[in-house]
């Protein structure tokens, strides 16, 4: 498991997933503990995140966490699907929907300099789980199912996608988990060699 003072971390928290909806479904690692267990939490990873919220801390209490903790739990089911190839559940994705469809913002029309112009939402401007779940819609069109990985500590929960040129990234964090791995091997090499 990756520690705090790893450079994949902000503010303590794991960001090292590659996609906005990958680092939020890994919010709640094993060994870290849940970030999003109080509205401070949330708090303290939507600025993480880079993701803005209405009013600060205000805005991030008056989420209902019940509705953050079911979208994490729905997006870290759905990453085992799309890993796996297999049927994505339908209440996963009904879910993500519901979020998609309560922050699409049709596009409205305004008049300026005497001409017609479409204007659309920012991305910015999106409530954070809007924006989490476009993300993920954003990322369902076009990734490559190799690349979704679970690190290779079997002590470690995160996920993350693999953007490696070359597609061999085996840890959440190379500095953390593929550090330890390559001590331990080390120590093992060792080890057998003093006994021989």
């Given at each position: 498991m990756a520690t705090p003072q790893d450079s994949d971390f902000?503010?303590?928290m794991p960001f090292l997933g590659s996609r906005l909806w990958?680092?939020?479904?890994?919010?709640?690692?094993?060994?870290?503990?849940?970030?999003?267990?109080?509205?401070?939490?949330?708090?303290r990873w939507l600025a993480a995140a880079g993701l803005k919220v209405g009013s600060g801390l205000k805005g991030a209490a008056d989420a209902n966490l019940a509705d953050v903790h079911a979208l994490r739990a729905a997006l870290q089911r759905l990453f085992d699907a799309l890993e796996t190839g297999s049927r994505p559940?339908?209440?996963d994705l009904d879910l993500v929907n519901r979020?998609?469809?309560?922050?699409?913002?049709?596009?409205?029309f305004a008049w300026r300099d005497g001409?017609?112009?479409?204007?659309?939402?920012?991305?910015?401007?999106?409530?954070?789980?809007v924006a989490i779940a476009a993300d993920f819609a954003d990322f369902a069109t076009h990734y490559e199912r190799a690349r979704l990985r679970h690190c290779a500590n079997p002590e470690c929960s995160l996920i993350f996608y693999d953007t490696a040129r070359n597609g061999t990234?085996?840890?959440?964090?190379m500095s953390a988990c593929g550090n330890r791995h390559k001590v331990r091997s080390h120590r093992m090499r060792a080890a057998k060699l003093e006994c021989s």
């Open positions: 902000r503010d303590g990958i680092d939020f479904a890994n919010s709640a690692p094993v060994a870290l503990g849940d970030f999003l267990a109080t509205p401070e939490g949330w708090a559940a339908a209440p979020h998609l469809v309560a922050g699409a913002a049709p596009p409205q001409r017609l112009l479409v204007e659309r939402q920012e991305a910015g401007d999106m409530d954070p789980l990234r085996r840890w959440c964090s």
